[in-house]
């Protein structure tokens, strides 16, 4: 009996709309094999965007540290995970794409957070990104206690990321960062907004025929963390490698009204050693 009961509970976990979060948009209405067909489709913009990001960020990434890479290789996951959750709406889904978004979350901060900004009983970066780690692995397995809670914590670390960088930008000078930083709280907020209109206000979009809101969050939120991650990076690199000269160009082209962001290196780790 107990391993009947645990077969059945495995594959009740994994069954189409096992999870207790359905969004706005209706399901099944495209496709017999996809609950929220327009979801799932937008979650594509993740494999579109990490990439590209991969790239740009790569001379930053090789001059500071190649575990940078980390944060948007796990964003293709992210994007495999919210692909599946919203194709299937199930348990299993669910916690994958969220657990998946605290892992980069995490992996952030062990990178990018501050030194000036360690508790004063860590002293060095390699402790305190074993410290995030295990306060992550503990948030991973608490989270399965109440799954409904998680979106709401990751937003709540969205604004702890918010508070940080609006200390870090008050001592900045560089427009170009400066503006980087605007655009980067912009984006993250009409995502936001997005996120919150189609989460509580299903009722009043529906009646406007209108249930995709979840969706454009996804790419509204895949943008802003790539402005957002390259403006934590340009800071990183100014604190940590100033002898490389950072700056900051847009993808395709600097002159373009829209692009994505990243770190250009005005001087090579080579040519400080041979100054």
């Known amino acids: 009996m107990g391993g009947f009961y645990s077969t059945e509970t495995i594959a009740r976990v994994f069954s189409y709309e096992s999870s207790e979060v359905d969004w706005c948009e209706d399901n099944y209405k495209h496709s017999q094999l996809i609950?929220?067909?327009?979801?799932?489709?937008?979650?594509?913009?993740?494999?579109?965007i990490a990439p590209v990001m991969l790239y740009l960020l790569h001379p930053y990434a090789k001059?500071?540290?190649?575990?940078i890479h980390m944060v948007w290789v796990m964003m293709i996951f992210v994007g495999i995970f919210s692909a599946y959750f919203h194709m299937t709406l199930s348990f299993v889904g669910q916690m994958l794409d969220e657990l998946s978004i605290v892992w980069?979350?995490?992996?952030?901060?062990?990178?990018?957070f501050p030194r000036k900004l360690f508790p004063s009983f860590i002293k060095d970066r390699s402790t305190f990104s074993r410290l995030v780690m295990a306060i992550t692995i503990i948030t991973s397995l608490s989270s399965f206690v109440k799954p409904t809670a998680n979106s709401y914590a990751l937003n709540c670390f969205g604004l702890h990321l918010l508070y940080i960088l609006a200390g870090e930008m008050r001592c900045c000078t560089d427009q170009k960062a400066l503006q980087l930083a605007k655009l980067s709280v912009g984006l993250w907020v009409l995502a936001i907004t997005c996120w919150i209109s189609d989460r509580f206000g299903c009722s009043f979009w529906q009646?406007?025929?209108?249930?995709?809101l979840h969706g454009i969050w996804h790419i509204l939120i895949v943008i802003a963390v790539a402005y957002g991650s390259t403006l934590i990076a340009y800071l990183d690199a100014s604190y940590e490698i100033p002898y490389s000269l950072p700056g900051l160009k847009y993808w395709p082209s600097d002159k373009w009204v829209i692009g994505l962001p990243h770190i250009v290196l005005n001087r090579s780790p080579k040519t400080e050693k041979e100054c």
Do not use: K
């Not at 009646?207 to 995709?212: I, K």
């Open 35 to 48: 609950v929220e067909y327009f979801n799932t489709m937008s979650s594509f913009i993740f494999f579109i």
């Open 104 to 112: 980069v979350l995490a992996v952030g901060y062990a990178l990018w």
């Open 63 to 67: 001059a500071r540290n190649l575990a």
């Open 207 to 212: 009646s406007l025929n209108f249930c995709y």
